[in-house]
């Protein structure tokens, strides 16, 4: 099934199963914000399409399909995505943020699915994408992109970079989640994909 728009996956299999997608019980809640159990139900479906897990988080999880150049993520009452997702929206002319196909929309009472370019992930800290970014004198790793003393780098040599760092900043209530897993690839470009969290 290709997800085109999403459009009627409510009454889909899939639709179905991302809207019995439930909150964490007490013990789930160190490692999600949903219940791990009914995700599995939705990966099974999802894997009878030709979909495969392609990460996790928090609060959802990305598939992928070998014959699609999108993604889609599921995710669960994730405010601070969404916050994030409305600076993606209005930013699509940046090269560093995702690109979107569509909106994302709402599945059962507490889930959402949206569609999103395939990236490459980065698997350490110090991949070589990272230096272009990065003040030589700084230590070469993704964090020191985000430094303080970067500050004047990323203006002058990346501003759109600079300028998406300066909108999520500015998102109220949420608190900063810049880690190896919320940062991806496009060729030799750098994808900030989900660097909030509540």
Do not use: C
């Amino acid at each position: 099934m290709r997800l085109n728009e999403l459009i009627g996956i409510k009454n889909h299999p899939i639709g179905k199963a991302a809207s019995e997608i439930k909150p964490a019980g007490v013990f789930d809640k160190v490692f999600s914000s949903y219940d791990p159990g009914s995700m599995e139900n939705l990966k099974d479906i999802l894997r009878g399409y030709g979909w495969r897990d392609a990460g996790f988080g928090y609060y959802g999880m990305v598939f992928k399909h070998h014959q699609y150049p999108y993604v889609v993520k599921v995710f669960v009452a994730d405010t601070a995505y969404a916050e994030y997702f409305n600076i993606i929206k209005d930013n699509q002319d940046n090269p560093h943020v995702p690109k979107v196909r569509g909106n994302f929309m709402r599945v059962g009472d507490r889930g959402y699915a949206v569609r999103l370019e395939k990236l490459d992930p980065l698997f350490n800290q110090r991949d070589p994408i990272f230096k272009k970014y990065i003040d030589p004198r700084l230590p070469q790793a993704f964090p020191s992109i985000f430094y303080e003393n970067n500050e004047q780098h990323l203006k002058r040599f990346w501003p759109k970079l600079y300028d998406l760092y300066q909108q999520i900043e500015g998102i109220g209530g949420v608190q900063l989640d810049m880690h190896i897993r919320n940062v991806m690839s496009r060729g030799d470009t750098l994808v900030i994909t989900d660097p909030v969290a509540l």
